[in-house]
Nanobody
Framework: QVQLVESGGGLVQTGDSLRLSCAAS????????MAWFRRAPGKEREFVAF????????DYQDSVKGRFTISRDNAKNTVDLQMNSLKPEDTAVYYC?????????????????WGQGTQVTVSS
């Protein structure tokens, strides 16, 4: 079993930055691949960023490339999402997700462990 808890969301202005953090427990963290997804009002959950167990493989949704950075600290059992140059269209509930594996996963259906989500609101 894996428990995930997100933090760091909030209300910011266009162009501001936020750093989201996800703390994991229940299983050896280094055995998990991690991802961030988000769900905006009226939309389906969408992929944001992926990172493998070592941090050597990352992937991003096109709309956040160059603005968001995913990272992990296996010693602290955390994965972070640094979000810069935020835009109103980034407004969503952001979810941390995890699964055991050694490959590359970008579909929500491929993940079995989810956090409760943290709200990010970007005003214009």
């Amino acid at each position: 079993q894996v428990q995930l808890v997100e933090s760091g969301g909030g209300l910011v202005q266009t162009g501001d930055s936020l750093r989201l953090s996800c703390a994991a427990s229940g299983r050896t963290f280094s055995s998990l691949v991690m991802a961030w997804f988000r769900r905006a009002p009226g939309k389906e959950r969408e992929f944001v960023a992926f990172i493998n167990w070592s941090g050597g493989l990352v992937d991003y949704q096109d709309s956040v490339k160059g603005r968001f950075t995913i990272s992990r600290d296996n010693a602290k059992n955390t994965v972070d999402l640094q979000m810069n140059s935020l835009k109103p269209e980034d407004t969503a509930v952001y979810y941390c997700a995890a699964r055991a594996g050694y490959s590359w996963y970008t579909d929500a259906a491929q993940y079995g462990y989810w956090g409760q989500g943290t709200q990010v609101t970007v005003s214009s």
